[in-house]
């Protein structure tokens, strides 16, 4: 799932496979070539989070920033 958040959508390239249960919100760059896996949250509620190319997020991994 892709979730907008106060104005940013997450964006994804198009060689990058993100599994359906998997959750972005916010503001995320997902780069090329990247695999995020079932359960895995990457929030960017509160700051950019940029994964970059070739990156491996797996199973129930979550990715989130503090305020600043």
Known sequence: MIYEF?????????SSFIHPQA???GNVIIGKSC?????AAIR???????I???CNVQENCTIHMFPG
Request: aromatic share 12%; no cysteine.
């Open 52 to 54: 970059e190319d070739g």
């Open 23 to 25: 959750v972005l919100t």
């Open 35 to 39: 695999y995020i896996g079932p359960g």
């Open 6 to 14: 106060q104005g940013y959508k997450p964006v994804v390239h198009e």
């Open 44 to 50: 960017g509620d509160w700051g950019q989070i940029i």
